[in-house]
């Protein structure tokens, strides 16, 4: 019987190459493909270009030299995908937590900014919700944004919630941050309230700033809604200062009475008020023309005598800037009027 004829075996086909959609170069057929990375010496060999050891010279670039690439932008576009996956909450690790509102975040950014909150992350790394009833939803919010971005919406309306939260968290950046943006929107229409920022939160400089912008714009400042809500102790503190900028001592007793004037019940302070108004320093000639008409009209009877320099008057620095110690000739005026 003849022997059966063999089929021929099938070849073994070959797979087509499929595309990477990361873009990763095979090499093309033909091309030896390198079992291990080359060191430069094997490189130099096969390029055909023998280079000899590099001899680093100072401050020298070139050929053979190494340098540092650095990516444009990388800090920015780094935070932007961390903020990116905060707010889809992916590998976020804790909340913070205000009255009304919780927000997740990553423990490295925050604690990144807040000495605060590496305090206790070191003495409890697992922690998970950080309660922090004082602040508002708006303060912890802004925190958020500026440990993610670096930047945060400020106007005097909010500023305040910003600042207490900065505080609370120990973001001293931030603080520095409101601080530069209080000082910046200063003015008289707003000094007094940029002071009271300054005052309660424990910003020694800001609170400086207002009060020497105060005191060097007093006569503009007393035109406006704010003076006339000062406190006793406010504008008494005022009136003593020796850095009161005004053109006169007859422009001080003036705005101390615009103060008194504003409200019935503060007459029960003017001689308190008007003990701090530097009558020796007014020539005679105006203590008859300017102070006394208005303290006979608008002051109590007891207050009139005080107001016209009948009383020995405290003594007072001479320092002060634009209120000038009287010359020897208004002295013995003011004595003569006096014994008058």
């Known amino acids: 019987m003849a022997p059966k004829k063999k089929s021929p075996r099938p070849k073994k086909s070959i797979p087509e190459p499929t595309t990477v959609e990361t873009e990763v170069v095979f090499p093309e057929p033909g091309v030896k493909k390198l079992e291990l990375p080359l060191n430069v010496e094997q490189l130099n060999r096969l390029n055909g270009v023998p280079l000899p050891p590099p001899v680093i010279r100072p401050g020298e670039r070139g050929f053979g030299l190494g340098s540092e690439l650095t990516r444009p932008l ?52 697992g922690l998970k919700r950080l309660e922090l009833p004082t602040l508002s939803p708006l303060g912890l919010a802004n925190v958020i944004t500026f440990a993610y971005l670096g930047r945060v919406h400020m106007s ?102 615009k103060w008194l004037d504003f409200d019935p019940k503060r007459q029960e302070h003017a001689a308190e008020l008007l003990s701090h108004v530097r009558f020796e320093t007014i020539p005679a000639s105006e203590l008859v023309s300017e102070i006394q008409p208005v303290a006979l009209e608008d002051l109590p009877e007891p207050i009139v005598g005080v107001s016209c320099c009948a009383l020995p008057l405290p003594p007072r620095h001479t320092s002060r800037r634009h209120r000038n110690t009287p010359s020897h000739e208004d002295q013995s005026s003011v004595t003569q009027h006096n014994t008058a």
């Open 156 to 257: 005097l309306y909010t500023i305040g919630c910003t600042v207490s939260a900065a505080s609370t968290l120990q973001i001293p950046h931030l603080l520095q941050m409101c601080m530069d943006f209080l000082m910046a929107e200063m003015n008289v229409h707003t000094c007094v309230y940029v002071w009271n920022i300054g005052a309660a939160y424990g910003l020694t400089p800001v609170r400086e700033a207002a009060r020497r912008y105060i005191l060097e714009n007093f006569a503009q400042f007393s035109e406006t809604s704010q003076f006339n809500q000062l406190t006793l102790e406010q504008i008494t503190s005022f009136l003593q200062d020796d850095s009161l900028s005004l053109p006169s001592e007859v422009t001080t007793f003036q705005i101390a009475m």
């Open 74 to 125: 990388h800090g920015s576009a780094l935070l932007e995908e961390l903020s990116r996956m905060r707010q889809e909450r992916f590998l976020t690790d804790m909340e913070m937590a205000c009255k009304t509102k919780a927000f997740d975040v990553h423990k490295l950014v925050i604690s990144s900014v807040s000495q605060y909150l590496r305090e206790v992350l070191a003495k409890d790394p």
